[in-house]
């Protein structure tokens, strides 16, 4: 009953939805129990080593090494934003 990661999206500049990764490095062990499907979606700031954009040739939208830094309550799912995608 404990999450292991979470896939991370973000909006692009026409607004849908894009998978960028899985993420699962940096949730504490509350964050694990306490996760629950109706906590979801939330904003989460996430640190990466790099990222990669389809838009630049790459094959994916990935971040590299994503870790949980915190949970944003002060930001709304509509914020997030990359125009890269």
Same mark, same amino acid.
């Given at each position: /009953? %404990?999450?292991?990661? $979470? &896939? !991370?999206?973000?909006?692009? /500049?026409?607004?849908?939805? $894009?998978?960028?990764?899985?993420?699962?490095? /940096? !949730?504490? *062990?509350? &964050? +694990?129990?306490? /996760? +629950?499907? =109706? *906590?979801?979606?939330?904003?989460?700031?996430? %640190?990466? #080593?790099?990222?990669?954009? %389809?838009?630049?040739?790459?094959?994916?939208? &990935? !971040?590299?090494?994503? +870790?949980?830094?915190?949970?944003?309550? *002060? %930001? #709304?799912? =509509? #914020?997030?934003?990359? =125009?890269? !995608?």
């Amino acid at each position: /009953g %404990k999450i292991g990661s $979470v &896939a !991370l999206y973000q909006y692009n /500049g026409d607004g849908d939805l $894009v998978y960028i990764c899985d993420c699962g490095t /940096g !949730l504490d *062990d509350d &964050a +694990r129990t306490d /996760g +629950r499907p =109706e *906590d979801f979606p939330m904003v989460w700031q996430v %640190k990466y #080593e790099a990222r990669t954009y %389809k838009s630049n040739g790459a094959d994916t939208n &990935a !971040l590299q090494f994503p +870790r949980l830094m915190h949970i944003r309550t *002060d %930001k #709304e799912i =509509e #914020e997030c934003i990359n =125009e890269n !995608l």
